[in-house]
């Protein structure tokens, strides 16, 4: 580039004569007063402005600094001393970097407005300032928040966003991650985040995260000592380390929940009984290293607090159980499943502790140990027990079930399933133990039950009973119904589901007999039954009846639809799946002017075609379920026309 200045002197700038000779380039010039001139050349526009400097002969753009040149102990440094949540919020979004160093920025680190005007020379604060400040730092604290996790979703960036995101927005409360199997897994990273963001969590629940191990929960103990529940599902590399830390760390811990932890056992159960003096609640399932140390640790500890304990499939002993029976003076409910180890005497010694004096609900599953000596001193030793379930209990039998019944004076609600060895005998011989007080009867799928005639004419009514439940008991026929109809005046809700030896001389006498009014029935499944039966109901019984399920009874047909549609004003849950109705029912239903239906089902059902399209319009204008799968009569132009008019209504097609 030739040389730019001309001067008429030998060293100073002095008004002379033109620099160019060429006077067409007079335009070139930009007069900066009246001594000095610059030349500027033709160029382009450019798009980036910048300083220019004088350096020699030429100019040169000086470059920008910039943050990013910082190492990340000086931007953290930066970061923590920006005034509020907000700002922080938006560094965070600057780059992955930048929410690393913000998200890992502890409450206790962070400069208050306070200290960032103090330092500046600002020692006055307004009255309203520091009020505004005051009512920020209560709403961080609060920890209403909820978020959750779930699959490809759980990540460690999302983590240290939630972090950094709902400390200024009331504080994150209650966290859920469900992780899978992705390569971008939640690791201990993520929970440090949580940890120093989120001292206001209170419920943090983990599944299936193989990644997260002692350190993460090392993290959370030192972060979030306000926690009160923990949840942890197959986490495999955390382990009782992590649990002391938790222990020692969050006194409020009341929740406490493992399931399939390989690595957790009796040490870490010891210490939270030990520390965590406000725990009320204990589920443990499926961990093979917990054993009687770590149950009778945690109960003998817990004694006066704990009211919710769960066990299953652990490797316990009778021990376990008699610790239990002697140290649980405050559970009101337990549950016990899948315990291999236990047996009559673990049984026995737990309700011969007399320490479940306050027990009100008890379910034991599978569960070999359960025989008659066992559950009688059960029920001798639960005094205020009201709802007791057996499932999958093999060797209990009439006599057992009946002595338990007589020692439980409490009892409201029972429930048998799978129990193949009571029969008749112990079924009618509980409701006439317990008739006085018996509010809820449960049986299913008990094989050990056979229809016969009892032979009992003078029998004590159960006036107590309102709901009765029978499911899948194939023996269980018209001898036994006639039995429970005149026993029973007080039912409400009745479930026969999947009893295909009963008919229409068996469940008659119940709904005739029935003083209450039936509000609630489900006959699901029971072949024989017919439109007598429905229409009797309806008649009886249409000023209560709210729900009715005919599912599978194939010989219902409109006549029963009618009845329903003359009678039955308060039904809004209808279910007459593959059952023998025609268009001419549904338009039965439409026409009424006292049915609201709600859901309808009629899936299955080959004689309801497109010709009823005008009726179920018409019922849309209350309908909110609709079932409509497996009828080949409609067609799929009518299954359109009804979704865009009922858009209201869900719709199975």
């Not at 753009?61 to 000086?74: A, T």
């Not at 509020?84 to 890992?104: D, F, H, M």
């Not at 009100?360 to 000596?373: M, P, Y």
Request: net charge neutral.
């Amino acid at each position: 580039m030739s040389k730019l200045f001309g001067f008429s002197g030998d060293t100073d700038f002095c008004p002379g004569g033109p620099i160019y000779t060429n006077h067409k380039e007079s335009s070139l010039f930009l007069s900066l007063g009246g001594h000095v001139d610059i030349y500027f050349p033709p160029r382009k526009r450019s798009r980036i402005s910048g300083p220019f400097v004088l350096c020699g002969e030429r100019f040169e753009q000086k470059k920008r600094p910039s943050i990013e040149v910082l190492p990340d102990e000086c931007l953290f440094e930066v970061l923590r001393r920006l005034p509020g949540g907000q700002e922080r919020c938006a560094s965070a979004c600057v780059s992955k970097r930048w929410l690393s160093l913000v998200s890992n920025i502890r409450r206790d680190e962070i400069c208050s407005s306070k200290e960032t005007q103090s330092s500046k020379g600002e020692a006055v604060v307004s009255g309203n300032e520091v009020e505004h400040e005051v009512e920020d730092q209560e709403v961080e604290g609060d920890g209403y928040l909820t978020r959750s996790l779930e699959g490809k979703k759980a990540t460690d960036v999302r983590l240290a966003a939630i972090a950094v995101g709902t400390a200024s927005r009331g504080g994150l409360g209650k966290l859920l991650i469900r992780g899978s199997n992705s390569t971008r897994k939640v690791t201990d990273v993520g929970l440090r985040a949580i940890s120093r963001g989120c001292p206001s969590l209170r419920v943090l629940s983990l599944w299936n995260l193989s990644s997260v191990g002692d350190e993460g929960l090392f993290e959370i103990a030192n972060g979030c000592q306000m926690l009160e529940k923990l949840d942890l599902c197959h986490c495999p590399a955390i382990s009782d380390k992590a649990l002391l830390a938790i222990a020692k760390s969050c006194p409020n811990l009341t929740d406490l929940t493992i399931e399939s932890c390989p690595n957790i056992g009796n040490e870490g159960l010891q210490a939270v009984g030990k520390f965590c003096s406000n725990l009320k609640s204990v589920s443990i399932r499926d961990c093979p290293l917990v054993g009687d140390q770590g149950i009778a640790g945690l109960l003998s500890s817990a004694t006066f607090v704990l009211t919710k304990v769960k066990l299953q499939g652990l490797c316990i002993s009778d021990v376990s159980l008699a610790v239990i029976g002697h140290y649980g003076k405050a559970v009101t409910d337990l549950f016990l499943t899948g315990l291999p180890n236990v047996t009559e005497r673990g049984f026995w010694v737990l309700g011969n502790g007399q320490g479940l004096q306050k027990l009100k609900s008890f379910t034991v599953t599978s569960c070999q140990g359960v025989t008659d000596i066992g559950l009688e001193a059960i029920g001798k030793g639960c005094p205020n027990m009201k709802q007791f379930s057996l499932r999958k209990c093999a060797f209990l039998s009439d006599n057992g079930l009946v002595s338990f019944a007589k020692a439980a004076m409490s009892l409201e609600s029972l429930q048998l399933e799978e129990c193949h060895r009571i029969t008749q005998i112990g079924f009618f011989g509980t409701l006439l133990t317990c008739g006085s007080k018996m509010k809820a009867l449960s049986l299913a799928n008990c094989f050990g039950i056979k229809d016969q005639s009892l032979g009992m004419p003078q029998l004590s009514s159960c006036k107590s009973l309102r709901s009765l439940t029978i499911r899948n008991c194939p023996g269980f026929g018209d001898a036994s119904l006639n039995v429970l109809g005149k026993m029973c005046p007080q039912l409400q809700h009745v479930e026969l589901s999947g009893l295909q030896g009963i008919t229409d001389a068996g469940l008659l006498p119940l709904i005739e007999n029935s003083d209450a009014g039936l509000v609630k029935v489900n006959v699901s499944g029971c072949m024989n039954l017919t439109d007598k039966v429905v229409s009797s109901m309806a008649e009886l019984h249409g000023w209560t009846l709210e729900v009715l399920n005919l599912d599978g009874c194939r010989k219902i047909s409109d006549a029963s639809l009618v009845a329903i549609a003359g009678n039955c004003g308060l039904l809004s849950d209808l279910d007459v799946s593959k059952s023998a109705i025609t268009d001419f029912g549904i338009s039965a239903l439409a026409g009424s002017n006292q049915l609201n239906l709600q859901i309808v089902s009629v899936s299955g059902c080959a004689y309801v075609s497109d010709k009823s399209l005008p009726a179920f319009v018409k019922m849309g204008q209350t309908l909110l379920g609709l079932n409509l799968q497996n009828c080949k009569a409609i067609s799929s132009g009518t299954i359109d026309f009804l979704v865009e008019q009922l858009w209201r209504c869900d719709i199975l097609s």
